[in-house]
């Protein structure tokens, strides 16, 4: 069974500091990992994914993530974050190929302080 | 509209009542999703549509949880006999076709049972 773990329910940033949002997963398959964010008020929206092909992969508003077998980890990261980049961030795994459900992580809350 | 539309946006009922929630997919989307926001909490799973496949139903907590999806287009979410923990925020997503695709969120139904 496949399933995904964020490590951080909370992280606080300056604005103008690197971003590191932790996701790790498992799956017994080759997966398609994605990142979302869901801004306060506002409805889910896809930042990124990967489904096998390069294994960094570059997303919306400069985040990018990178795609680590040997670690099974996909961890989003953005070199310099914005104010406006606060808000809470989901890790979501699906097995490659599948038309199976899409599990989300359980979030990590991105605060970013002036 | 160009969006996942659902309805209402915000339903209060007393517990043990039943309720239904709305969602009408953007049109052509062949995947349809159900999840549940608790407060504070990541998108938990309860069930996917896929074309004119069996749905999964592997996530819908108990047997008050019930969905269909009519002509492969609009889909109702139905809990019976409503529980206090049943109060979250239910989340309605569409795709072209399968996972590896984009979700497409709708504003969701804030559902508060008393």
């Known amino acids: 069974a496949q399933s995904v773990t964020q490590l951080d329910s909370h992280v606080s940033v300056s604005e103008g500091t690197p971003v590191l949002l932790r996701c790790n997963y498992s799956s017994s398959y080759s997966p398609s990992l994605f990142w979302y964010v869901q801004h306060p008020n506002k409805g889910l929206q896809l930042l990124l994914k990967?489904?096998?092909?390069?294994?960094l992969v570059k997303g919306i508003n400069g985040f990018e993530a990178e795609f680590k077998k040997s670690e099974t980890s996909f961890h989003l990261t953005k070199p310099s974050a914005h104010m406006s980049d606060a808000a809470e961030y989901f890790c979501v795994v699906t097995l490659s190929g599948n038309t199976g459900k899409l599990i989300f992580g359980q979030g990590t809350t991105l605060q970013v302080k002036p | 509209g160009a969006g996942v539309s659902q309805s209402p946006s915000n339903k209060v009922t007393e517990k043990g009542k039943d309720v239904e929630l709305r969602c009408d997919p953007i049109s052509g989307h062949t995947a349809l999703y159900w999840y549940r926001q608790s407060l504070g909490q990541g998108l938990e799973f309860l069930i996917y549509?896929?074309?004119?496949?069996?749905?999964?139903k592997s996530g819908l907590p108990s047997d008050r949880f019930s969905a269909e999806r009519t002509g492969g287009s609009v889909s109702t979410l139905t809990i019976q006999r409503t529980q206090q923990e049943d109060s979250a925020v239910y989340l309605c997503?569409?795709?072209?076709?399968?996972?590896?695709?984009?979700?497409?969120f709708g504003s969701g139904t804030q559902l508060s049972v008393l």
């Open positions: 549509f896929q074309g004119n496949s069996a749905p999964d």
């Open positions: 997503a569409s795709s072209p076709q399968g996972t590896n695709e984009k979700l497409f």
């Open positions: 990967y489904t096998s092909a390069a294994t």
